[in-house]
């Protein structure tokens, strides 16, 4: 059976859907639909994305800020009941993609301290620790540490492959942003 993904713009349909997952994902420090509401219809600079399964599932999202030459990477969250099958070092192939349709030099982030896993999956993808933010979270207070790379030219079709090595049919990623739109189809399996 063909397991094809689907990458496609997040819209307010979603919210119920996104929220649920952040909390399942982040607990008290998550999101609130309102918050992502408002990203979604009042920021210029907010880019954000689900990926789904066949079944329309949501299995995780991301978000970002588009500033100039710069993507900030927000807010980035896998289900939980789908964590370990690859789909977080996809999603973070597909938030590299976007910096590259942006045209974008650099892609940042925070993270919290702790989150030993999330800063492993950053690193085997070419982030890298810049600075410490003393106390950026709450719920628990905690340190962020912010992390950086410069947008690669190119991803290669190894890349792809290992991050979806447990699915087949590939990812359909539907973009519509500020770099136009489009479709690309991505062999990842």
Known sequence: MTQQLLLRPMTLDDLDDVTGLDGRAFGASGWSRRYFEGELTDSPISIFYVLADPQRRLLGYFGTWHVVDQL?????????????????????NCVIRLAQRLECQLIQLE???????????????????????????????????????????????????????????????????????TEERWPVG
């Open 111 to 181: 993270v919290r301290e702790s989150n030993a896993v999330a800063r492993s999956l950053y690193r085997s993808r070419g982030f890298h620790d810049d600075a410490i933010r003393p106390n950026l979270y709450s719920n628990p207070r905690e340190d962020g540490v912010l992390m950086g790379m410069p947008t690669p030219q190119q991803l290669d079709d190894s890349s792809w492959r290992r991050a979806g090595d447990r699915r087949t049919g590939g990812l359909l990623l539907h973009w519509d942003d500020r770099g136009g739109q």
């Open 72 to 92: 900030h990477l927000c807010t980035f969250a896998v289900d939980p009941d789908q964590q370990g099958q690859g789909l977080g070092a996809l999603l973070l």
